[in-house]
């Protein structure tokens, strides 16, 4: 069965770094884009990045484009979220998801999220 | 970007009874549109994608209709385990922008 479990999360300072994995099991992890989704708490949900299967596109949340890098080893199976220049109004929790389709992202795919991992926490805070 | 706006932001029902929930979108998304439900303390599920298709694994109870900018997600018999935040999701033209509704609270009396 598809999983996908994050970790890395934590309590960091304000303008510090911190990189988030997701570990994903079930699935050709290859062949399939995979997106970071996050939540503040108390909040609702927000986009982040996605990737495609390949690595070869990255695209961002305005909110942090510029600051957060998304990327993966398929290799390994698995995904990443290097996040730079934290900021308070980054704490939350942050999901990993699936594309449903094992396919390249453009305009006619790409639409939704399959599976969520549990998610992993991240707390900036001085 | 393309704004969801779902309505009402809580619903109390019984029981059996049958819940409606709405999702507005500010411009056209043709029919890609997703539903998500989330318990309290989990990560979200995926129910309904492109409008009206269930995800799998999805009871049959669980329906979703709508296209353009007027979508609703019905339940048709609710069950206890139905209390959970209900989301809308979009995904705009390319490059992607994903944005979600605010959540529909769902509570089973």
């Known amino acids: 069965q598809v999983q996908l479990v994050e970790s890395g999360g934590g309590v960091v300072q304000p303008g510090r770094s911190l990189r988030l994995s997701c570990a994903a099991s079930?699935?050709?992890?290859?062949?399939?884009?995979m997106y970071w989704v996050r939540q503040a708490p108390g909040k609702g949900l927000e986009w982040v990045a996605l990737?495609?299967?390949?690595?070869?596109?990255?695209y961002y949340a305005d909110s942090v484009k510029g600051r957060f890098t998304i990327s993966r080893d398929n290799s390994k199976n698995t995904l990443y979220l290097q996040m730079n220049g934290l900021r308070a109004d980054d704490t939350a929790v942050f999901y990993c998801?699936?594309?449903?389709?094992?396919?390249?992202?453009?305009?006619?795919?790409?639409?939704?999220?399959?599976?969520w991992g549990q998610g992993t926490l991240v707390t900036v805070s001085s | 970007e393309i704004v969801l706006t779902q309505s009402p932001a809580t619903l109390s029902l019984s029981p059996g009874e049958r819940a409606t929930l709405s999702c507005r979108a500010s411009?056209?998304?043709?029919?890609?549109l997703a539903w998500y439900q989330q318990k309290l303390g989990q990560a979200p599920r995926l129910l309904i994608y492109?409008?009206?298709d269930r995800a799998t694994g999805i009871p049959a109870r669980f329906s979703g209709s709508g296209s353009g900018t007027d979508f609703t997600l019905t339940i048709s018999s609710l069950e206890p385990e139905d209390s959970a935040v209900y989301y809308c999701q979009q995904r705009s033209n390319w490059p992607p922008k994903y944005t979600f509704g605010q959540g529909t609270k769902l509570e089973i009396k």
């Open positions: 998801a699936r594309d449903p389709k094992p396919e390249y992202c453009s305009s006619a795919s790409c639409y939704h999220f399959d599976y």
């Open positions: 492109d409008a009206s």
């Open positions: 990737i495609s299967y390949d690595g070869s596109s990255k």
């Open positions: 079930g699935f050709t992890f290859s062949s399939y884009a």
């Open positions: 411009q056209s998304v043709s029919s890609y």
